[in-house]
């Protein structure tokens, strides 16, 4: 029998909220082959996450420009177009959020994101401050999935680990969870979710 589940914990990037950097680059490169070689190249996944694991866009731009000087306009447009990336929230998930909020439940939300461009975020999204608490990779320096970023999240939040369920549609991310000691689901769609969160007796 799974663990009984005390606290849940939300991811939000393609579980809360859509992301997707083609959205705004479709028009800024738009040529199919040239963007994909801008986004394996030039301003890759990699060089992303390291925003989303503290640095500022400042420095993350400059290293670009200095290998890539004759791709400024579009290294800068990555920062500038940002919004455009995350254009729409998952509604069906969303009310799953508010009905475990409004039936008591304790939630909190564990995120990779840069921390200028959650708040903007949060901003857009006001249910993303609905929650008991948020840890933002980009404030606290530390990423999924590396197993420290969960356990400063429970420590922060009082968690007890076997009692937690975490959601996030990254299975590495997903992993790192169970590392840490706590119950995790891949969500790959509301539906899904709610036969999950039955799965481990939280009623809504």
């Not at 694991?53 to 290998?67: F, P, V």
């Not at 980009?138 to 076997?162: N, T």
Request: charge should be negative.
């Amino acid at each position: 029998m799974p663990a009984d589940i005390r606290h849940i914990v939300f991811d939000i990037g393609k579980v809360l909220i859509h992301y997707d950097p083609d959205l705004p680059f479709s028009r800024i490169i738009p040529d199919p082959e040239e963007r994909r070689w801008f986004f394996d190249n030039v301003c890759t996944h990699d060089w992303n996450l390291e925003q989303d694991r503290g640095r500022g866009w400042k420095e993350a731009e400059e290293l670009l420009i200095a290998s890539f000087p004759e791709r400024e306009d579009h290294i800068r447009a990555f920062r500038i177009n940002w919004r455009e990336m995350v254009p729409y929230a998952y509604e069906d998930t969303v009310t799953v959020l508010r009905e475990l909020i409004d039936s008591g439940r304790d939630v909190t939300m564990l995120t990779n994101f840069a921390a200028d461009t959650f708040r903007e975020a949060q901003e857009m999204y006001p249910f993303l401050t609905t929650s008991r608490g948020i840890t933002v990779s980009g404030e606290v320096g530390l990423i999924k999935p590396d197993r420290a970023i969960y356990e400063s999240h429970a420590a922060a939040h009082g968690l007890e680990p076997e009692n937690t369920l975490f959601i996030d549609d990254s299975p590495a991310n997903v992993e790192g969870a169970k590392s840490a000691g706590w119950q995790a689901v891949q969500f790959t769609g509301a539906d899904k979710l709610r036969r999950d969160l039955a799965t481990y007796g939280v009623a809504i």
